[in-house]
């Protein structure tokens, strides 16, 4: 067990206290976008998002597509995704025609040359949709937008193995998708039980063989900490099989389990969950058994092989944090499309309306789905590029930073940099006249560093709007 002496994890490039992180660690931000999505207001428009989608074609850049797709064919407890159970085909079947109609108004806002480099189909469950459908919908955005089809590309989709057989997977590489992500959560059978989410570890295995003779290029892994019935032993077992299978990435979350905001989470006993030093616990001892099987730990929840693009991202100055996550490709634009998507196009983000009954009216009435967003100011991309420096490489040069945006770095955080004193007492940063650095010990509570530089949340109503750091 962790005591509340440091431990020192050398190879990790982390070091638990356990003091620290019973102090910081509490609800903040995740920081996939700054401002964050609480700040959006229903002051933004349709005729804002226009405005803002035209302009952008001067800049030339890139375009990165996202796609929701909301359906489950089951729940599963945990989840706290924005997603619909169902097996009403009618319903998927209207959404399908309306959310082809939102791209057909996306795409003709943008010029034909920009290409999209990324892609990225959520969920829900992406591979709800049959083959036909799936086909049909990546035809109808290839027809709309100018698709990268280079080895550049970087075309994803999240999947359910529990909907996917091997020839599936051939198919979605087929349709052009390179990159996979299988939500795992856990192998252990009684926490599937708990969690109505059972899959077999050879299912699994045999779906990554085939991914991988199809020609995938990069697949992931989601896992969760602090899932009903955990222990460091059982949790131990899965990432020993999935060390086996060797995803090329892994994603490892924390359960947060707030069953007041998702229904589904009240189906979970709130007894069965891990006490908060067993969690602590997992986390520990996943990093320590990814870094030991060759995994870079990249931050927060991410870790990479070696030769993977995050792994590069984060030495050349690519790699960027937003709403899929940490990822590559930081220059694109972001168009989203479908139920409660983010887009962020230059300096705005825009969200689409979060339930499909109003999504649907509004497409049907001819309308675009945008219902609330933010026109970010000069401060909120200044304080936007700090998070993402931290949360990125871990450390950020003050004259750098200032000659890049053409600020006295200094007089200009002044306030923040004072801020930071007693997080560089407890040794979680180093504050020196050059600029600042995340410490070993600092690493595990990064968004904890980077609520200096938010100038919003002093105005947060609730710490429960947030998920706890750990």
Same mark, same amino acid.
């Given at each position: 067990?962790?005591?509340?002496?440091?431990?020192?994890?050398?190879?990790?490039?982390?070091?638990?206290?356990?003091?620290?992180?019973?102090?910081?660690?509490?609800?903040?931000?995740?920081?996939?976008?700054?401002?964050?999505?609480?700040?959006?207001?229903?002051?933004?428009?349709?005729?804002?998002?226009?405005?803002?989608?035209?302009?952008?074609?001067?800049?030339?850049?890139?375009?990165?597509?996202?796609?929701?797709?909301?359906?489950?064919?089951?729940?599963?407890?945990?989840?706290?995704?924005?997603?619909?159970?169902?097996?009403?085909?009618?319903?998927?079947?209207?959404?399908?025609?309306?959310?082809?109609?939102?791209?057909?108004?996306?795409?003709?806002?943008?010029?034909?040359?920009?290409?999209?480099?990324?892609?990225?189909?959520?969920?829900?469950?992406?591979?709800?949709?049959?083959?036909?459908?799936?086909?049909?919908?990546?035809?109808?955005?290839?027809?709309?937008?100018?698709?990268?089809?280079?080895?550049?590309?970087?075309?994803?989709?999240?999947?359910?193995?529990?909907?996917?057989?091997?020839?599936?997977?051939?198919?979605?590489?087929?349709?052009?998708?390179?990159?996979?992500?299988?939500?795992?959560?856990?192998?252990?059978?009684?926490?599937?039980?708990?969690?109505?989410?059972?899959?077999?570890?050879?299912?699994?295995?045999?779906?990554?063989?085939?991914?991988?003779?199809?020609?995938?290029?990069?697949?992931?892994?989601?896992?969760?900490?602090?899932?009903?019935?955990?222990?460091?032993?059982?949790?131990?077992?899965?990432?020993?099989?999935?060390?086996?299978?060797?995803?090329?990435?892994?994603?490892?979350?924390?359960?947060?389990?707030?069953?007041?905001?998702?229904? #589904?989470?009240?189906? &979970?006993?709130? /007894?069965?969950?891990? %006490? *908060?030093?067993?969690? !602590?616990?997992?986390? $520990?001892?996943?990093?320590?058994?990814?870094?030991?099987? #060759?995994?870079?730990? &990249?931050?927060? /929840?991410?870790?990479? %092989? *070696?030769?993977?693009? !995050?792994?590069?991202? $984060?030495?050349?100055?690519?790699?960027?944090?937003?709403?899929?996550?940490?990822?590559?490709?930081?220059?694109?634009?972001?168009?989203?499309?479908?139920?409660?998507?983010?887009?962020?196009?230059?300096?705005?983000?825009?969200?689409?309306?979060?339930?499909?009954?109003?999504?649907?009216?509004?497409?049907?009435?001819?309308?675009?789905?945008?219902?609330?967003?933010?026109?970010?100011?000069?401060?909120?991309?200044?304080?936007?590029?700090?998070?993402?420096?931290?949360?990125?490489?871990?450390?950020?040069?003050?004259?750098?930073?200032?000659?890049?945006?053409?600020?006295?770095?200094?007089?200009?955080?002044?306030?923040?940099?004072?801020?930071?004193?007693?997080?560089?007492?407890?040794?979680?940063?180093?504050?020196?006249?050059?600029?600042?650095?995340?410490?070993?010990?600092?690493?595990?509570?990064?968004?904890?560093?980077?609520?200096?530089?938010?100038?919003?949340?002093?105005?947060?109503?609730?710490?429960?709007?947030?998920?706890?750091?750990?």
């Amino acid at each position: 067990m962790i005591t509340d002496t440091d431990q020192s994890q050398g190879h990790t490039g982390v070091c638990f206290d356990t003091d620290l992180i019973v102090r910081y660690g509490g609800r903040g931000p995740r920081y996939t976008s700054y401002p964050t999505a609480l700040q959006f207001s229903d002051s933004v428009t349709e005729d804002d998002y226009k405005r803002h989608a035209i302009a952008s074609n001067d800049s030339d850049v890139p375009l990165s597509l996202y796609v929701h797709i909301p359906f489950c064919h089951s729940l599963c407890y945990y989840c706290g995704c924005n997603k619909i159970v169902t097996h009403n085909q009618a319903r998927v079947d209207r959404y399908l025609e309306m959310l082809y109609r939102e791209i057909d108004m996306q795409a003709a806002l943008f010029d034909r040359s920009r290409k999209i480099e990324q892609l990225h189909f959520g969920g829900g469950t992406p591979t709800y949709l049959d083959r036909d459908q799936l086909a049909d919908l990546m035809d109808h955005l290839r027809n709309a937008f100018n698709f990268d089809d280079s080895e550049n590309r970087e075309f994803s989709i999240e999947v359910d193995p529990r909907t996917v057989d091997a020839d599936r997977i051939r198919h979605l590489a087929e349709l052009g998708f390179n990159r996979l992500s299988l939500g795992i959560q856990d192998f252990d059978p009684g926490v599937q039980e708990a969690v109505n989410r059972a899959q077999t570890p050879d299912e699994v295995r045999t779906l990554v063989k085939s991914a991988v003779d199809s020609g995938f290029g990069s697949i992931s892994f989601d896992l969760i900490y602090g899932l009903p019935h955990q222990t460091v032993e059982s949790f131990n077992t899965t990432l020993d099989l999935v060390i086996t299978m060797k995803p090329d990435r892994l994603a490892v979350y924390n359960y947060a389990h707030l069953p007041q905001r998702f229904k #589904g989470q009240r189906m &979970i006993n709130a /007894d069965d969950i891990p %006490l *908060p030093e067993t969690k !602590l616990e997992l986390l $520990r001892h996943t990093i320590d058994k990814l870094c030991d099987a #060759g995994y870079v730990y &990249i931050g927060m /929840d991410h870790f990479a %092989l *070696p030769g993977d693009e !995050l792994v590069e991202a $984060r030495g050349n100055g690519t790699l960027q944090r937003n709403f899929q996550g940490y990822s590559t490709h930081r220059h694109c634009d972001l168009v989203s499309l479908g139920v409660s998507g983010i887009s962020h196009i230059g300096n705005l983000f825009a969200q689409n309306a979060i339930t499909t009954m109003e999504y649907e009216a509004l497409i049907e009435s001819g309308e675009m789905p945008i219902r609330k967003g933010i026109e970010v100011d000069d401060d909120d991309l200044l304080r936007a590029d700090v998070i993402q420096a931290l949360m990125c490489y871990d450390s950020l040069s003050f004259d750098d930073f200032g000659a890049g945006h053409g600020i006295d770095f200094r007089r200009y955080f002044a306030t923040e940099i004072k801020r930071l004193a007693p997080l560089a007492e407890d040794e979680l940063v180093e504050v020196s006249d050059s600029g600042v650095a995340i410490t070993q010990k600092g690493r595990l509570l990064l968004r904890s560093i980077a609520m200096v530089f938010d100038r919003y949340i002093d105005q947060a109503e609730n710490d429960n709007r947030f998920s706890k750091a750990i």
